[in-house]
């Protein structure tokens, strides 16, 4: 029997995996996807799922099964999704919006990802409950979690209650960026498989990923940290302009002159909102990624010559570590909606210092 994970670019130790639980049918009653942002963590689930309620005995997805020709219906899939306060009012809007978004994200499932007032609520997760008991055991059902870090405590501890006795012929799956956010005992309960961002030439496969209304862009590959969901993102979201302004960024903060900085600073239009100056800091850190990883391998043949320079300077700085970090606090701090270019600037001054101690620690 062949199992077909279509949808999932790369990932081929996961797929390997998963296909041998599947063939042998000693699948955990809990599995926990997990990794870094876009690496398919959504696409990987929905395969998954296609692949275990599938009926071919020969290939599977089939496409052409009952059970696959009602996946976006088939009562045997059921799926949780994150939901802001107003949706998470009424279950009918729950049930409306999820189907909402599981058509959106099986026709694109690289570029689903919950809001940052989503969550998943100990109602949502009682009701899964309250279905699973007066379900029919006899059909398997799978149950998918996506981001299931969006879950309070309140939430966790009923889903722990689920897994720590699951329902006959049901199986678990969660699909997870950030798993050090959920319980240590939903962790216990889960068999783990990881998945790992994409080498160049198997990122290269996630050009069919693009359409018309977002061209791929070359220039993104090399600061999308192997993930094609973070290429996808930056394809649609940064323009040229604000990869140049990336660049200038590293320039003038590793210049030395805080009034070229801070002028530039405010000239830019880059930081007006919260969206444009987190999505310029993303940049910025992947860049310190590309950077990283340059210095790891020794390669730099597939970056642009501006590019190059900018990890040249980045790579003559005492600790990259101490920079990244100055990164990380600007976009945290933006995120819980401080001003970008006043936090920036009051962080960049505090930079400064932490390098130059740390250059005298080398010297």
């Given amino acids: 029997m062949t199992?077909?994970?279509?949808?999932?670019?790369?990932?081929?130790?996961?797929?390997?995996?998963?296909?041998?639980?599947?063939?042998?049918?000693?699948?955990?009653?809990?599995?926990?996807?997990?990794?870094?942002?876009?690496?398919?963590?959504?696409?990987?689930?929905?395969?998954?799922?296609?692949?275990?309620?599938?009926?071919?005995?020969?290939?599977?997805?089939?496409?052409?099964?009952?059970?696959?020709?009602?996946?976006?219906?088939?009562?045997?899939?059921?799926?949780?999704?994150?939901?802001?306060?107003?949706?998470?009012?009424?279950?009918?809007?729950?049930?409306?919006?999820?189907?909402?978004?599981?058509?959106?994200?099986?026709?694109?499932?690289?570029?689903?990802?919950?809001?940052?007032?989503?969550?998943?609520?100990?109602?949502?997760?009682?009701?899964?409950?309250?279905?699973?008991?007066?379900?029919?055991?006899?059909?398997?059902?799978?149950?998918?979690?996506?981001?299931?870090?969006?879950?309070?405590?309140?939430?966790?501890?009923?889903?722990?209650?689920?897994?720590?006795?699951?329902?006959?012929?049901?199986?678990?799956?969660l699909a997870c960026e950030d798993k050090s956010s959920l319980l240590p005992t939903i962790l216990s309960r889960c068999v783990k498989i990881a998945l790992r961002p994409l080498s160049s030439k198997e990122l290269l496969e996630s050009k069919k990923l693009f359409t018309s209304a977002i061209p791929y862009r070359p220039e993104f590959v090399a600061i999308s940290?192997?993930?094609?969901?973070?290429?996808?993102?930056?394809?649609?979201?940064?323009?040229?302009?604000?990869?140049?302004?990336?660049?200038e960024l590293v320039s003038l903060s590793l210049s030395g002159s805080w009034e070229e900085f801070d002028h530039w600073l405010q000239k830019s239009d880059a930081f007006e909102t919260m969206d444009s100056s987190s999505l310029m800091l993303r940049l910025v850190l992947n860049i310190c990624q590309c950077a990283q990883h340059a210095k790891q391998s020794k390669d730099q043949e597939d970056l642009s010559p501006e590019l190059k320079q900018v990890i040249d300077k980045l790579l003559k700085l005492p600790d990259l570590g101490i920079y990244v970090g100055w990164l990380q606090d600007c976009l945290d701090a933006i995120l819980a909606y401080a001003k970008p270019v006043n936090t920036i600037f009051g962080y960049y001054l505090e930079l400064q210092g932490k390098l130059e101690a740390r250059q005298e620690v080398l010297t």
């Fill in 225 to 247: 940290s192997g993930s094609p969901g973070v290429l996808l993102e930056f394809c649609r979201d940064a323009s040229d302009t604000l990869l140049h302004e990336a660049f």
């Fill in 3 to 173: 199992f077909d994970f279509n949808r999932t670019l790369g990932q081929t130790a996961a797929k390997d995996s998963l296909s041998q639980a599947l063939f042998s049918g000693k699948i955990p009653h809990a599995l926990l996807l997990y990794g870094p942002p876009g690496l398919g963590q959504c696409a990987l689930a929905l395969d998954l799922a296609d692949c275990i309620t599938c009926t071919d005995p020969k290939l599977r997805p089939c496409g052409h099964c009952a059970n696959c020709k009602a996946r976006l219906n088939n009562p045997n899939l059921i799926h949780i999704f994150a939901f802001d306060s107003t949706v998470q009012k009424k279950a009918d809007t729950r049930q409306e919006q999820g189907a909402k978004y599981l058509k959106a994200l099986r026709e694109s499932p690289y570029s689903y990802h919950p809001g940052d007032k989503e969550q998943i609520s100990v109602d949502q997760i009682r009701e899964l409950r309250h279905r699973m008991s007066f379900a029919e055991s006899q059909q398997v059902r799978f149950v998918t979690i996506f981001f299931p870090e969006k879950m309070g405590n309140g939430a966790g501890n009923a889903l722990l209650k689920l897994l720590e006795e699951p329902p006959l012929n049901t199986y678990f799956l």
